[in-house]
């Protein structure tokens, strides 16, 4: 484990690899042939059906109309006929819903793209320049990839109100991006300070400025930590919660605020929180399943956040 | 790596160098960039770092010395209102359920599926399918357990599958609330009937129950006839009660239905001496009885409420439930970090102690387990960090009626200071506690850290 932070690409996409598939004959296959495998196969199914029971229950209730919800949603393998996209085409037209989604991404895309910039600037000076309290300064950062988002929440309402940003989006954005910064220069330093120091060298011998350097040269390189790193940060804000209920006013309140505001009358919500949820859980499972790789790679190298 | 970026030797770095190079060249070692050139690059991260995140932690700090409003200073007086309010005393209680229940659980969970997964053939499938909840968000994974949650057995599948394990192992009764007419020659006894008079073998029992609807009556029943003289102590048991009127109390009128299954029991001096059941027409016979005195009794069984599960959201219940959606979703973290782990233990090692003749449980307790110890901390670190900082599944999870019980510290914070008591000089008090509480992982991962690097 230690040594996944400090070797960029090839060691950590293998961990990764290894990570999340890969059957490897060890200790389980040395006690299962001896008890023979069948135990240990049930074992793991049912604690997959376990595991996928729960979400499943969501996705089919949000397929139930509000008239049929009598029963459990579990009936519907008996009739299948009572399953309609009725409570999609609803959500689409409900304002708040739509406009709730619309503000998600609105907070998310620049919050992402903004720690991603900072954040692998300001990596790739710890990594590669020299400057007066270099050591320290990278230790405070790594001090702060823990710091509860509450230590925050008072300091910079007060500060927003002064500002008159309190409430839009650009201070949520703002707030997102320094949280998230500790991360993200922990975590490109580590992977650029992997980068073969011969091929900076041999730039700089070429004559190419630093911000050459960095450009075509470190973020090309460092792009499997970035993609980690814009992974990590895209499902964090897309999933925040506190930060938007805090923060963001009502007129620009995130998905996951306004499904909350649903659940005060659950029974009734059902209706629209199901499928607001499973819209608000899609989009990260999408980017999930398209970028695992990135994504374990990611949690193998930031674990202590 | 290299070799596979296109574009990154040839043309591309030279173009806008141009006459800076050099000048640069010099001291354009790698390592040795420019002081006054690191500043451009550092300036943005660290001004957010500094106005966002470091100044607030000391104005938190401050602030927490000062009352609601923050006009007047008053010392150590939230830290004293902290440790005495209750609803604070609750959610520090909470917490330290949290913390001490759900890392553990998580990593022994994530620890058995990791060295589970090696052995079969599709792990990735279900590395991937438990692992899959790391992505979701609080609120929907909150909003899922809401649903799984549901109190009615018909609504939530927790309670689904606990009535339906309960059923298993204990019948469910077929009289749920019957009991006698008040005039009739049953007396209630712990829960059960007994009858007020005793029989003798030859005697015919007529015992009449009302209390629920002929509709919930087994199919099987068929209309109770009077219980025929017999040289036994037969009966029969019967619902006292005809559909759409009519019909007269204690007496079996046609079409009144005999109740099949109730279980009779003939008690002499407070022991059973004999136990039957009833027919489809509500008869019973207690076969080859002595002679002597006996009192009749339907015991208990027959009429216990139907199991309907577990008061999940209730507040009792509700803290274990929370942790319980908490461990869904982050299983699939620590099995992936541990498989990682275990990924990287040498083979040799595992193989020359099972040449040196340790069983496999050995060498899992003396070769794996130590090699394993550092990532297990790491995990259980992260998720002591992470458990700490616990909020929107509590907030999303608990009832508002029982949000009170299921508090932990970092809703409290949310609850004190923006929540409609708007006492932000306690909430910073309660926003120090928690960062005072992650401080030691804040030295455990600069310490690490440090150790890394020499």
Known sequence: MTTTMERPSVPQEEL????????????????????????????????????????????????????????????????????????????????????????????????????????????YAFAWMQFWGRDWIFLIVIGLLVVPVQVGLIPVAELYGQLGIFGSIPGVVIFHIAFGLPFAI??????????????????????????????????????????????????????????????AGRDVQPLTVFLQSQTRQFGESIDVLAPGAFLSLIVPLIVFFSFQRYFVQGTLAGSVK | MAEDEPGLHGEGQVATAGGAAAVNAPDSQPGLGRSWWSLAYLLPALFLLAVVVLYPILYTIVRSLFDANGDSFVGLENYGDMFTDPATLISIRNNAIWVVVAPI?????????????????????FKLLVFMPMAISFVAAGIIFRLVYQADPDQGVANALVVSVHDIFADSSAYPGAGPREEAELSSVDGGFESTATYGVGDSVALGLVGFAPGDVSPDAVPASEPAAGDALQGVVWLD?????????????????????????????????ASTETGADGAFVFEGLADGDYTLALPRDNFREPFNGLDWLGPALITPAIIGSYVWIWAGFA????????????????????????????VFRRVTMPLLAPVLVVVLVTLVINVLKVFDLVYIIAPGSVQDDASVLALQMYRVSFGGADDQGLGSSLSVLLFLLVLPAMAFNIRRFRREQS
Request: glycine share 10%; net charge negative; hydrophobic share 55%.
């Open chain 1, 16 to 123: 990764a690899r290894q990570a999340l598939g890969a059957p490897r004959r060890g200790v389980a296959s040395r006690i299962a042939s001896r008890t023979g495998g069948g135990f240990i196969q049930v074992f793991l199914v049912l604690i997959a059906i376990f595991w996928t029971v729960p979400a499943i229950g969501l996705f089919v209730s949000s397929l139930v109309g509000a008239q049929d919800s009598g029963s459990g949603w579990w009936t519907f393998l008996l009739e299948p006929a009572q399953l309609s996209l009725d409570n999609y085409s609803n959500l689409l037209s409900n304002d708040d819903l739509v406009g709730s989604f619309l503000n998600t991404v609105l907070i998310t895309v620049p919050s992402t793209l903004g720690v991603v910039l900072v954040g692998s600037l300001a990596a």
């Open chain 2, 335 to 362: 099995m992936v970090l541990i498989a990682a782990g275990l990924a990287a233990i040498p083979r040799d090692a595992l193989e020359a102690a099972r040449v040196d003749g340790a069983t496999e449980t050995q």
């Open chain 2, 241 to 273: 009660f005809a559909v759409g009127g009519g019909g007269e109390e204690g007496s079996i009128d046609n079409d009144e239905l005999g109740l099949p299954g109730v279980v009779v029991q003939a008690v002499q001096d407070g022991t059973v001496a």
């Open chain 1, 186 to 247: 922990f975590l490109l330093r580590n992977f650029f300070a992997g980068i073969p120091r011969d091929l900076l060298e041999a730039a700089r011998m070429d004559g190419a400025s630093e911000w050459t350097i960095f450009r075509r040269v470190v973020l090309p390189l460092g792009l499997p930590a970035i993609a980690s790193l814009a992974i990590f940060q895209f499902l964090w804000v897309w999933n925040d919660f506190l930060i938007a209920l805090v923060f």
């Open chain 2, 105 to 125: 659980v998580v990593t022994t969970l994530g620890l058995i599926f990791a060295v589970l997964t090696e052995r079969i053939r599709w792990a990735s499938v």
